[in-house]
């Protein structure tokens, strides 16, 4: 018998690399919503939320299980709706960096053809529940102060949560 006829079956051939947003995922990190034709500045991502961090990928270069930016949830001190010029949704979620600063990233859901507002209502909701609700940890920054945030974080041209929503008749 030729021996080097005879291949045996390599078991790590039969282990799929991981398909979707699992090939981002850590151990344990649990996926909330992730959504794509998120633009940021000129560029465009796939936003994905997780129980851990808030993550982007690169629409336009696609390395398996690389991450263009991420932001720990923890970071996270709140979110707000808005509409862009071009009446896009846009959300402004606000980041303490490493240094104690606080920063605005705002996540434009791009026009694709479909009404995306409920989309981005839907990550606010998430964006706000899955971040820390201590108010003591938002502040509100304004020209003269640092101030506890004590009203909530919505942007007057957003609809309230309840108003999108349907309730059965009792």
């Known amino acids: 018998m030729n021996t080097s006829q005879f291949n045996p079956p390599d078991p790590a051939a039969d282990e799929q690399e991981p398909a979707g947003a699992d090939k981002y995922l850590f151990p344990g990190e649990q996926l909330r919503i992730w959504s794509s034709d998120i633009q940021i500045k000129k560029f465009r991502f796939e936003a994905y939320l997780t129980n851990r961090r808030l993550f982007l ?33 846009v959300i402004v979620i606000s980041v303490r960096t490493a240094d104690d600063d606080v920063r605005l990233m705002k996540m434009t859901f791009a026009h694709i053809g479909k009404d995306r507002g409920s989309e981005a209502e839907e990550w606010v909701h998430l964006i706000t529940h899955a971040t820390p ?24 041209e957003a609809r309230a949560l309840s108003d999108t929503m349907i309730v059965p008749p009792p």
Do not use: M
């Open 57 to 89: 990928i690169d629409q336009h270069d696609r390395k398996p299980g690389v991450t263009a930016k991420e932001i720990p949830v923890e970071s996270i001190l709140g979110a707000y709706l808005e509409d862009s010029p071009a009446r896009e949704p």
């Open 133 to 156: 609700a201590d108010p003591a940890k938002t502040l509100v920054r304004d020209a003269e102060t640092e101030r506890p945030r004590t009203d909530p974080v919505i942007s007057p």
